[in-house]
């Protein structure tokens, strides 16, 4: 893969910084969660042991049970996805165990992206190659009596697994010497099937299963059901020749939508092309690539109390499991889980995508540089479009496209027009929803209860053999059916790999139609009206879960606040749709304010006599909830330090509400530090250095755990995992939000290069709101292409170095404040720059140093 160019300081030991974050175990972790994370962005698995064996679950982000269309899963948890098989590579059958705390010895390398695990007398190394699909593991058994090493590979659940419409059939076979699992769903026309091939190099063996033909022919192929008497059996063995010395294990996976395409067969070619390529050039091509990719851009951090070196370790961590989990596919990873499920395929909170959730994956992707993690969560919504622009003419009467915050991966599913009619007048609320018809009702009883378009659904039981809902009581108000600002958050991802890359086709071909699809949907949407008082409101929306019926929601506000200037914008460099262009800048000069506690319809009232701030929505709410907003803070670019410099009113209303939310929590920023929150984000766009230190170190540490946390109980009550991650979502549910969260808040602290608004001039910052103890050594990446690359000692700034690597304008607040500063070029011609504001043009590829003249 091409890294791109990068000006990231040559001098930088990149080895030692990146290892500063490896995971090193002396013990071994009493829980599968705990294990090492390898995974090459499509295909993964955590490492792990148990006394006798290394352990894995081979996951990819391609294999789902089912799609949009679903009947099959209406109870809430029970969709499931992922999963292809489990692999245990075990070194014992009569002998000692090998793996126990005090003789175990476990290693995951980032900078190389390998694990390797040690135990009495056996090793074994492991990657998860960064080209093929396929995990290379390289064995050596150096005990004095050796033994059987089984490679088993197992089944998921049982071979045959019917829920009402919807089947999954698993099958175990021998193919050339490799044991093969497959997978096959199946509901109407729906088809998805995965596999696992494995196969040996160094060392005879043998394949076993266990059924009536040992595994040499499939039992029961007469039989025309495709479900009904599959073989019980659901593990198979390759039997490993005992001896001392060293051999390979391959495990490849594959996955299809065509059930014409043989999925075993390509699951095997991948292993036989590994296998004839060898493990030594696997690895070295594999090392290779990560070695570059840590190279792109840096943090390195230090202090006298450790703060800094533990945020830093994670803000590393986090960009390792990144590239992990999130390139060269289709579909980005499952918020929950990603691809480090240990315990099969069910998940609480299900396999749809949470937006609000996978976003705090995302955030710190671009200032990283890495452009290329974000691609698959680009081709998975854009690929959508189609029916995201059914989903707004047919559940909301509108034109564009509708994407909800929790959404399949193939987005949503076409309506029976006079379920899609009746949907209509019960969401915009046109009928009264104790009216609802049988017909309706029927039809929603079937479908996921997470899913956005049913969220009114609350908990099932069953009453008598028969599964009966409670509804959330608020008519069709869910968490998540109202909720609009998701969809504007995709177009704003869009829009910043634009800023970031100038990329003028991916402008006009990816990002403009799905910011075009997004500012229709609200414009034409019912329930966007214009009052007598010359302003557009939006009615009956709800916000970030809450506020159910809200009038300006400050979900949908923030939304429209963000799309309009920014579609505005791009259709302008694209000189696109220039009939529509009046039409939206009219309603964006017109658009009602953001809700502000001055109101006096806010949900929440400040007295006259203090500053006014931010709140949830208009009143009255059906849920009657009451509290301030900070979304401003952290959503589609509208607040941070840039925006005191253009609108003031917007800075101090934001400022004012931080003051508020402060002083609700006693001056302890830690209390607000939970794993989705944004709070550490905020501090940092608002140049708020140490409640930004303090809520960072808080949400790393999940000091809220046993508050904040779904299931913890059932969790186990653990906060995290030896390897960082948590299960704060639930059971499977492993996350990493909370990195995502910090990463992004501590990018935000060291370089910012954001509009004062949406839609306006990018400004770079260096060092807005680093803790005054912290000292910072930077190469990051800003709007325009531009690569910062700067340090911070003991408060002073040396230098700022800026790789230009398109060309343009660039502009940069000063670092020294007002102090005139020296423009140094590599051709010599330097120049001085005066004010708070610095501008300057640059030339494709030319490198630029500033420095303040009093030094």
Known sequence: MDHGNTAADSKMDYAGLVSRADLRYEHTVKRSEGGLPLGNGRMGSLLWTSPSAIKFQINRVDVFANDCSTNSFNERHSDYAYACGFVDIDFVDYGEDVFHDGGIKQHLSLFDGTALVSGDGVQAEAFASANQD????????????????????????????????????????????????????????????????????GRESKA????????????????????????????MRLCVKPGQGIFDVFIGSASSFDENEDIAAAAANIVEQAAAAGFDLLLQEHK???????????????????????VELHYTYYLYLMASSSRGGQFPPNFGGMLLSPRGDLRHWGAMHWWNNMSLYYNAVLPSGHHELFHPYFSMYSSMYESCAEAARQQWGSQGIFIPEV?????????????????RDLYLVRKPWDQMSDRFRDFA?????????????????????????????????????HMFASQVGIACHFWMYYEYTKDEAWLRERAYPIMKGVAEFFRHFPNLKKDEDGRYHIYQTTSDEKYYGGKNTMDSMAGMHTIFPIVLKASEILEADEDIRPVWQELYDNLAPLPRSDHPDAVLRTPENEPAVWVG??????????????????????????????????FETTMATIRYQEAMLDHDWSRAASEMSSTARVHAHMGLAEPFKQAVLAQLECVNAEREYCYFADTGRVKFFENRLTVREGVNCMSVQRLGNAASALQAALCQSGPPGPGKASVICVFPACPADWNAEISLWCHGGFNVTSAI??????????????????RIRNPWGETEVSLRKADGKNRALKGSLLEFDTQKGEDIELIPFSS
């Open 407 to 423: 959404v399949t991966f193939d987005g949503m599913e076409k309506l029976p027009e006079d379920i899609a009619a009746e949907m």
């Open 793 to 810: 000692r003991s408060g002073s700034i040396p230098f700022v170095k800026i790789n230009s690597t398109l060309g343009g304008s660039c």
């Open 617 to 650: 929505a208009l009143g009255p709410v059906l849920d009657n909830k009451s509290n301030v907003d900070l979304k401003p803070g952290r959503f589609g670019s509208l607040c941070s330090l840039e925006t005191a410099y253009d609108n003031p009113e917007m």
């Open 445 to 481: 009883f079937s479908k996921r209860p997470h899913e956005s378009r049913w969220n009114w659904k609350y908990h099932e039981k069953y009453v008598d053999g028969k599964l009966v809902y409670v509804e959330r009581g608020f008519g069709s108000f869910g968490f998540t059916t």
């Open 288 to 310: 290779s690539w990560w070695n570059q990719f840590w190279e792109k851009s840096y943090i390195r951090l230090s202090s006298e109390d450790g703060t800094a070196e533990f």
């Open 208 to 235: 076993r299963m266990n059924d009536e033909l040992g595994g040499r022919a499939p039992v029961g192929s007469f039989r025309e059901s495709k479900v009904i008497g599959q073989p019980n059996e659901t593990e």
């Open 134 to 201: 396929v995990f290379a593991v390289r064995v050596q058994d150096d005990r004095e009596d050796p033994q059987v090493i089984n490679i088993k590979l197992k089944m998921l659940r049982p071979a045959e697994v019917v829920s009402k419409n919807h089947s999954a059939v698993s099958r175990l076979s021998m193919r050339g010497g490799m044991i093969v699992l497959t997978q096959e769903f199946r509901e109407g026309s729906y088809y998805c099937s995965s596999a696992v091939a494995i196969g040996i190099s």
